[in-house]
Protein backbone atom coordinates (compact mmCIF):
# COMPACT_ATOMS: atom_id res chain seq x y z
CA UNK A 1 0.00 0.00 0.00
CA UNK A 2 1.13 3.25 -0.91
CA UNK A 3 -1.01 6.69 -1.47
CA UNK A 4 -2.64 6.72 -4.27
CA UNK A 5 -3.22 10.51 -3.78
CA UNK A 6 -0.20 12.90 -4.82
CA UNK A 7 2.53 13.32 -2.20
CA UNK A 8 2.14 16.44 -0.51
CA UNK A 9 4.76 18.96 -1.50
CA UNK A 10 7.18 19.82 1.41
CA UNK A 11 6.48 23.68 0.63
CA UNK A 12 3.01 24.28 1.56
CA UNK A 13 3.28 22.30 4.82
CA UNK A 14 4.03 24.51 7.30
CA UNK A 15 0.87 26.79 8.41
CA UNK A 16 1.18 28.17 11.69
CA UNK A 17 -2.99 29.07 11.90
CA UNK A 18 -3.23 25.88 13.71
CA UNK A 19 -0.33 26.12 16.20
CA UNK A 20 -2.16 26.58 19.23
CA UNK A 21 -4.72 23.49 17.94
CA UNK A 22 -2.11 21.24 19.88
CA UNK A 23 -3.40 18.56 17.57
CA UNK A 24 0.29 17.18 16.50
CA UNK A 25 0.93 16.27 19.91
CA UNK A 26 -2.61 14.51 20.74
CA UNK A 27 -2.64 12.68 17.04
CA UNK A 28 1.04 11.48 18.61
CA UNK A 29 -0.23 9.84 21.53
CA UNK A 30 -3.43 8.58 19.96
CA UNK A 31 -0.80 6.66 17.84
CA UNK A 32 1.46 5.45 20.91
CA UNK A 33 -1.88 4.32 22.14
CA UNK A 34 -3.01 2.40 19.36
CA UNK A 35 0.49 0.58 18.75
CA UNK A 36 0.63 -0.15 22.65
CA UNK A 37 -2.49 -1.78 22.54
CA UNK A 38 -1.08 -3.64 19.51
CA UNK A 39 1.90 -4.52 21.88
CA UNK A 40 4.17 -2.70 19.81
CA UNK A 41 5.75 -1.03 22.56
CA UNK A 42 9.18 0.20 20.79
CA UNK A 43 6.87 2.60 18.61
CA UNK A 44 4.67 3.66 21.61
CA UNK A 45 7.18 4.62 23.50
CA UNK A 46 8.89 6.80 20.73
CA UNK A 47 5.65 8.23 19.82
CA UNK A 48 4.98 9.27 23.56
CA UNK A 49 8.70 10.72 23.42
CA UNK A 50 7.87 12.66 20.70
CA UNK A 51 5.13 14.29 21.50
CA UNK A 52 6.69 15.20 24.82
CA UNK A 53 9.94 16.64 22.95
CA UNK A 54 7.91 17.85 19.55
CA UNK A 55 8.00 21.55 21.24
CA UNK A 56 11.54 21.43 20.65
CA UNK A 57 11.21 21.08 16.99
CA UNK A 58 8.94 23.99 15.75
CA UNK A 59 9.63 23.65 12.79
CA UNK A 60 8.38 20.21 12.48
CA UNK A 61 5.52 21.49 14.78
CA UNK A 62 4.20 23.60 12.90
CA UNK A 63 3.82 21.08 9.89
CA UNK A 64 1.92 18.53 11.20
CA UNK A 65 -0.37 21.54 13.65
CA UNK A 66 -0.85 23.21 9.92
CA UNK A 67 -1.57 19.91 7.91
CA UNK A 68 -4.32 20.59 5.22
CA UNK A 69 -6.75 17.85 6.18
CA UNK A 70 -6.70 14.60 8.29
CA UNK A 71 -3.58 13.77 10.06
CA UNK A 72 -5.07 10.23 10.71
CA UNK A 73 -5.98 9.86 7.20
CA UNK A 74 -2.90 10.68 6.20
CA UNK A 75 -0.55 8.94 7.84
CA UNK A 76 1.05 11.74 9.03
CA UNK A 77 2.54 10.28 12.64
CA UNK A 78 3.47 7.22 10.30
CA UNK A 79 5.62 8.84 8.19
CA UNK A 80 7.87 10.45 10.75
CA UNK A 81 8.38 7.30 12.35
CA UNK A 82 9.48 5.68 9.50
CA UNK A 83 11.77 8.47 9.26
CA UNK A 84 13.21 7.85 12.83
CA UNK A 85 13.81 4.25 12.15
CA UNK A 86 15.26 4.74 8.65
CA UNK A 87 17.68 6.89 10.81
CA UNK A 88 18.61 4.44 13.40
CA UNK A 89 18.87 1.93 10.73
CA UNK A 90 21.19 3.96 8.58
CA UNK A 91 23.75 4.59 11.30
CA UNK A 92 23.44 8.73 10.87
CA UNK A 93 22.50 8.62 14.54
CA UNK A 94 24.43 6.61 16.63
CA UNK A 95 23.05 7.09 19.75
CA UNK A 96 19.24 6.68 18.14
CA UNK A 97 20.59 3.44 16.52
CA UNK A 98 21.66 2.23 20.02
CA UNK A 99 18.45 3.05 21.51
CA UNK A 100 16.43 1.08 18.91
CA UNK A 101 18.73 -1.77 19.45
CA UNK A 102 18.60 -2.02 22.73
CA UNK A 103 14.68 -1.65 22.84
CA UNK A 104 14.77 -4.22 20.49
CA UNK A 105 16.45 -6.96 22.39
CA UNK A 106 13.67 -6.05 24.89
CA UNK A 107 15.60 -4.16 27.46
CA UNK A 108 13.35 -0.76 26.72
CA UNK A 109 15.30 2.64 27.64
CA UNK A 110 13.15 4.45 30.29
CA UNK A 111 11.28 8.39 29.13
CA UNK A 112 14.53 10.47 29.81
CA UNK A 113 16.59 8.42 27.62
CA UNK A 114 14.02 8.42 24.44
CA UNK A 115 13.66 12.42 25.51
CA UNK A 116 17.33 12.85 25.36
CA UNK A 117 17.92 11.03 22.20
CA UNK A 118 14.95 12.38 20.45
CA UNK A 119 15.82 16.31 21.36
CA UNK A 120 19.28 15.57 19.84
CA UNK A 121 17.40 14.04 16.58
CA UNK A 122 15.60 16.16 16.18
CA UNK A 123 18.08 19.40 16.28
CA UNK A 124 20.04 17.46 13.90
CA UNK A 125 17.82 15.64 11.36
CA UNK A 126 14.75 17.67 11.44
CA UNK A 127 15.20 18.58 7.52
CA UNK A 128 15.38 14.77 6.88
CA UNK A 129 12.37 14.14 9.07
CA UNK A 130 10.31 16.65 6.87
CA UNK A 131 11.30 14.72 3.42
CA UNK A 132 9.66 11.80 5.16
CA UNK A 133 6.67 13.60 5.91
CA UNK A 134 6.51 15.00 2.44
CA UNK A 135 5.84 11.67 0.67
CA UNK A 136 3.36 9.06 0.65
CA UNK A 137 3.56 6.00 3.11
CA UNK A 138 4.88 2.74 1.59
CA UNK A 139 3.90 0.11 3.58
CA UNK A 140 3.71 -3.19 1.11
CA UNK A 141 2.89 -5.55 3.76
CA UNK A 142 2.49 -8.94 1.73
CA UNK A 143 0.96 -10.99 5.31
CA UNK A 144 -2.35 -8.84 4.01
CA UNK A 145 -2.24 -11.23 1.14
CA UNK A 146 -3.80 -13.92 3.38
CA UNK A 147 -6.95 -12.09 2.85
CA UNK A 148 -7.12 -12.22 -0.67
CA UNK A 149 -6.51 -15.54 -0.71
CA UNK A 150 -8.77 -16.57 1.72
CA UNK A 151 -11.49 -14.64 -0.45
CA UNK A 152 -10.39 -15.82 -3.67
CA UNK A 153 -10.54 -19.10 -2.73
CA UNK A 154 -14.26 -18.93 -1.20
CA UNK A 155 -15.27 -16.97 -4.86
CA UNK A 156 -13.40 -20.35 -6.14
CA UNK A 157 -15.82 -22.75 -4.26
CA UNK A 158 -18.64 -21.08 -5.81
CA UNK A 159 -17.53 -21.12 -9.28
CA UNK A 160 -13.75 -22.39 -10.32
CA UNK A 161 -11.89 -19.96 -12.62
CA UNK A 162 -8.50 -19.15 -12.98
CA UNK A 163 -8.02 -15.08 -12.62
CA UNK A 164 -6.83 -11.82 -13.17
CA UNK A 165 -5.51 -9.11 -10.72
CA UNK A 166 -5.43 -5.86 -10.43
CA UNK A 167 -4.15 -4.03 -7.35
CA UNK A 168 -4.87 -0.37 -6.37
CA UNK A 169 -1.64 1.20 -4.43
CA UNK A 170 0.74 -1.86 -5.29
CA UNK A 171 3.53 -0.02 -3.54
CA UNK A 172 6.40 -2.34 -4.99
CA UNK A 173 3.77 -4.98 -6.25
CA UNK A 174 5.04 -7.67 -3.39
CA UNK A 175 1.35 -8.47 -3.19
CA UNK A 176 1.38 -9.14 -7.21
CA UNK A 177 3.18 -12.67 -5.93
CA UNK A 178 0.71 -14.02 -3.77
CA UNK A 179 0.36 -17.34 -5.68
CA UNK A 180 3.99 -17.55 -5.19
CA UNK A 181 4.07 -17.70 -1.32
CA UNK A 182 2.85 -20.25 1.29
CA UNK A 183 -0.69 -19.09 3.04
CA UNK A 184 -1.75 -21.28 6.20
CA UNK A 185 -5.55 -20.13 6.64
CA UNK A 186 -7.05 -21.64 9.72
CA UNK A 187 -6.85 -25.55 8.33
CA UNK A 188 -6.46 -24.74 4.97
CA UNK A 189 -3.29 -24.42 2.74
CA UNK A 190 -3.02 -22.47 -0.28
CA UNK A 191 -0.10 -21.55 -2.48
CA UNK A 192 3.55 -22.78 -3.00
CA UNK A 193 4.78 -24.45 0.00
CA UNK A 194 8.04 -24.74 -0.56
CA UNK A 195 8.08 -21.27 -0.45
CA UNK A 196 10.87 -18.74 1.66
CA UNK A 197 7.44 -16.41 2.23
CA UNK A 198 5.36 -18.20 4.46
CA UNK A 199 2.10 -16.65 5.96
CA UNK A 200 0.28 -17.64 8.87
CA UNK A 201 -1.89 -15.30 10.39
CA UNK A 202 -3.88 -16.28 13.56
CA UNK A 203 -7.18 -17.86 12.33
CA UNK A 204 -10.84 -17.86 14.11
CA UNK A 205 -13.93 -18.33 12.55
CA UNK A 206 -14.11 -20.73 9.46
CA UNK A 207 -11.90 -22.11 7.16
CA UNK A 208 -11.90 -21.05 3.66
CA UNK A 209 -12.17 -23.99 0.97
CA UNK A 210 -9.62 -25.74 0.23
CA UNK A 211 -10.25 -25.10 -3.64
CA UNK A 212 -7.50 -24.63 -6.64
CA UNK A 213 -6.27 -20.89 -7.14
CA UNK A 214 -4.79 -19.86 -10.06
CA UNK A 215 -3.41 -16.60 -11.06
CA UNK A 216 -2.73 -15.90 -14.38
CA UNK A 217 -2.02 -12.44 -14.50
CA UNK A 218 -1.45 -10.04 -12.10
CA UNK A 219 -0.89 -5.91 -12.27
CA UNK A 220 -0.95 -3.52 -10.39
CA UNK A 221 -0.53 0.92 -10.07
CA UNK A 222 0.44 3.36 -7.76
CA UNK A 223 1.48 7.01 -7.96
CA UNK A 224 4.54 6.86 -6.64
CA UNK A 225 5.87 2.81 -6.89
CA UNK A 226 8.83 1.52 -5.87
CA UNK A 227 11.29 -0.61 -7.63
CA UNK A 228 12.03 -3.51 -6.20
CA UNK A 229 15.27 -3.45 -7.71
CA UNK A 230 16.70 -0.42 -6.08
CA UNK A 231 18.00 -1.14 -3.08
CA UNK A 232 17.31 2.33 -1.49
CA UNK A 233 13.72 1.68 -2.25
CA UNK A 234 13.80 -1.63 -0.80
CA UNK A 235 15.42 -0.15 2.68
CA UNK A 236 12.09 2.41 2.36
CA UNK A 237 10.01 -0.53 2.77
CA UNK A 238 11.88 -1.85 5.70
CA UNK A 239 12.08 1.54 7.78
CA UNK A 240 8.14 1.32 7.35
CA UNK A 241 7.89 -2.27 9.11
CA UNK A 242 7.37 -0.98 12.64
CA UNK A 243 10.90 -0.85 15.13
CA UNK A 244 11.39 -4.59 16.75
CA UNK A 245 9.18 -6.65 14.15
CA UNK A 246 11.58 -9.10 13.22
CA UNK A 247 8.67 -11.41 11.45
CA UNK A 248 7.45 -9.09 9.10
CA UNK A 249 10.99 -7.89 8.60
CA UNK A 250 12.38 -11.39 7.66
CA UNK A 251 9.35 -12.38 5.50
CA UNK A 252 9.74 -8.65 3.82
CA UNK A 253 13.39 -9.73 3.00
CA UNK A 254 12.07 -13.17 1.22
CA UNK A 255 9.35 -11.62 -0.34
CA UNK A 256 12.12 -9.19 -2.00
CA UNK A 257 13.58 -11.90 -2.71
CA UNK A 258 10.68 -13.68 -4.75
CA UNK A 259 10.62 -10.30 -6.25
CA UNK A 260 13.59 -9.45 -7.91
CA UNK A 261 13.35 -13.11 -9.32
CA UNK A 262 9.53 -12.71 -10.85
CA UNK A 263 9.75 -9.41 -11.29
CA UNK A 264 6.47 -7.62 -10.64
CA UNK A 265 3.96 -5.56 -12.97
CA UNK A 266 3.78 -2.23 -11.37
CA UNK A 267 2.30 0.75 -13.59
CA UNK A 268 2.82 4.48 -12.71
CA UNK A 269 -0.39 6.62 -12.50
CA UNK A 270 -4.16 7.47 -11.15
CA UNK A 271 -5.33 4.53 -9.29
CA UNK A 272 -9.07 5.65 -10.83
CA UNK A 273 -7.57 5.90 -14.68
CA UNK A 274 -5.49 3.02 -14.66
CA UNK A 275 -8.55 1.22 -13.55
CA UNK A 276 -11.18 2.39 -15.94
CA UNK A 277 -8.34 1.80 -18.86
CA UNK A 278 -7.60 -1.88 -17.27
CA UNK A 279 -11.44 -2.94 -16.98
CA UNK A 280 -11.72 -1.58 -20.27
CA UNK A 281 -9.90 -4.25 -22.01
CA UNK A 282 -11.21 -7.52 -23.38
CA UNK A 283 -12.01 -10.01 -20.52
CA UNK A 284 -10.90 -13.71 -21.77
CA UNK A 285 -13.82 -15.88 -21.31
CA UNK A 286 -14.10 -18.31 -18.02
CA UNK A 287 -11.78 -15.84 -16.18
CA UNK A 288 -12.70 -14.14 -13.06
CA UNK A 289 -11.43 -10.20 -12.86
CA UNK A 290 -10.26 -9.32 -9.58
CA UNK A 291 -9.57 -5.94 -8.57
CA UNK A 292 -7.88 -5.96 -4.91
CA UNK A 293 -6.68 -3.14 -2.47
CA UNK A 294 -5.63 -2.78 1.26
CA UNK A 295 -5.37 0.16 3.55
CA UNK A 296 -5.38 2.34 0.68
CA UNK A 297 -8.46 3.67 0.04
CA UNK A 298 -7.99 6.20 3.39
CA UNK A 299 -5.27 8.10 1.65
CA UNK A 300 -7.70 8.25 -2.33
CA UNK A 301 -9.50 11.80 -2.20
CA UNK A 302 -13.68 11.96 -2.15
CA UNK A 303 -13.74 12.24 -5.79
CA UNK A 304 -11.06 9.32 -6.47
CA UNK A 305 -12.72 7.17 -4.73
CA UNK A 306 -15.93 8.16 -6.76
CA UNK A 307 -13.88 7.79 -9.14
CA UNK A 308 -12.59 4.29 -8.68
CA UNK A 309 -16.07 3.37 -7.95
CA UNK A 310 -17.50 4.55 -11.58
CA UNK A 311 -15.19 2.72 -13.11
CA UNK A 312 -16.60 -0.95 -11.02
CA UNK A 313 -19.77 -0.09 -11.58
CA UNK A 314 -19.47 0.35 -15.56
CA UNK A 315 -17.55 -2.86 -15.77
CA UNK A 316 -20.15 -4.85 -13.76
CA UNK A 317 -22.84 -3.84 -15.96
CA UNK A 318 -20.97 -6.09 -18.43
CA UNK A 319 -19.82 -9.21 -16.43
CA UNK A 320 -21.63 -12.48 -16.88
CA UNK A 321 -21.31 -16.13 -15.45
CA UNK A 322 -18.67 -16.80 -18.25
CA UNK A 323 -17.05 -13.22 -17.08
CA UNK A 324 -17.17 -12.30 -13.75
CA UNK A 325 -16.06 -9.40 -11.52
CA UNK A 326 -14.69 -9.14 -8.41
CA UNK A 327 -13.59 -6.38 -5.74
CA UNK A 328 -11.88 -7.10 -2.73
CA UNK A 329 -10.97 -4.37 -0.52
CA UNK A 330 -8.97 -4.56 3.05
CA UNK A 331 -9.61 -1.32 4.50
CA UNK A 332 -10.53 0.35 7.89
CA UNK A 333 -14.35 0.89 8.31
CA UNK A 334 -15.74 4.29 8.33
CA UNK A 335 -15.11 4.94 12.15
CA UNK A 336 -11.85 3.54 11.58
CA UNK A 337 -12.65 0.95 14.80
CA UNK A 338 -12.00 -1.89 12.88
CA UNK A 339 -10.37 -2.69 10.08
CA UNK A 340 -13.05 -5.02 7.52
CA UNK A 341 -12.04 -7.70 4.60
CA UNK A 342 -15.38 -6.12 2.12
CA UNK A 343 -15.88 -8.37 -1.16
CA UNK A 344 -18.04 -7.91 -3.78
CA UNK A 345 -19.17 -10.13 -6.49
CA UNK A 346 -20.80 -9.42 -10.23
CA UNK A 347 -21.66 -12.27 -12.64
CA UNK A 348 -25.03 -11.08 -13.74
CA UNK A 349 -27.31 -12.75 -11.54
CA UNK A 350 -29.73 -11.61 -9.24
CA UNK A 351 -27.23 -11.67 -6.32
CA UNK A 352 -25.22 -9.05 -8.55
CA UNK A 353 -23.27 -6.17 -6.77
CA UNK A 354 -23.89 -7.41 -3.22
CA UNK A 355 -20.69 -6.19 -0.91
CA UNK A 356 -20.04 -9.27 2.17
CA UNK A 357 -18.15 -8.82 4.89
CA UNK A 358 -15.93 -11.63 5.00
CA UNK A 359 -13.41 -11.08 8.08
CA UNK A 360 -12.64 -8.35 10.58
CA UNK A 361 -8.62 -8.00 10.39
CA UNK A 362 -5.62 -7.09 12.50
CA UNK A 363 -4.49 -4.00 10.27
CA UNK A 364 -1.19 -5.83 9.53
CA UNK A 365 -3.01 -9.45 9.14
CA UNK A 366 -1.44 -10.60 12.63
CA UNK A 367 -5.12 -12.12 12.86
CA UNK A 368 -7.94 -12.96 10.69
CA UNK A 369 -11.75 -13.23 12.52
CA UNK A 370 -12.76 -15.08 9.15
CA UNK A 371 -16.64 -14.88 8.42
CA UNK A 372 -16.40 -15.95 4.65
CA UNK A 373 -19.18 -15.06 2.09
CA UNK A 374 -22.31 -16.52 3.71
CA UNK A 375 -24.99 -15.39 1.16
CA UNK A 376 -25.08 -15.97 -2.60
Same mark, same amino acid.
Given at each position: ????? =????????????? #?????? =?????? =???????????????????????????????????????????????????????? +????????? #?????????????????????????????????????????????????????????????????????????????????? +??????????????????????????????????????????????????????????? #????????????????????????????????? +??????????????????????????????????????????????????????????????????????? #???????????????????????????????? +????
Amino acid at each position: MSATA =EALPLQILPNASG #LADGRA =EAQLLI =EAAKARAFGKTIVAAVLESLARVLPCAPRMRVCIEGWPGDLAGAGVIFRINAGLHA +LARSGRHAA #LQQLYRTAERGALPGPDRFDAVLIDVLARHTPDLLQWMSGPTQTNEVARVAGFVAALLELNARAPLPCELLELGTSAGLNLN +LARYGCQLGDTHSGDGQSAVRIAPRWKGRTPPAVPLLVERALGVDLSPLDIRDDDDCER #LHAYIWAGERVRTERLRAAIAVARAHLPQVDTG +LASRWLARQLAQPQRMGTRRVVVHSMVVQYMPEVERAAVDAALTLAAAAATPDRPLARIGMEWSADRSTVE #LRVTSWDGGENAGQTMIAAHCHPYAEWFDWHG +LLTG
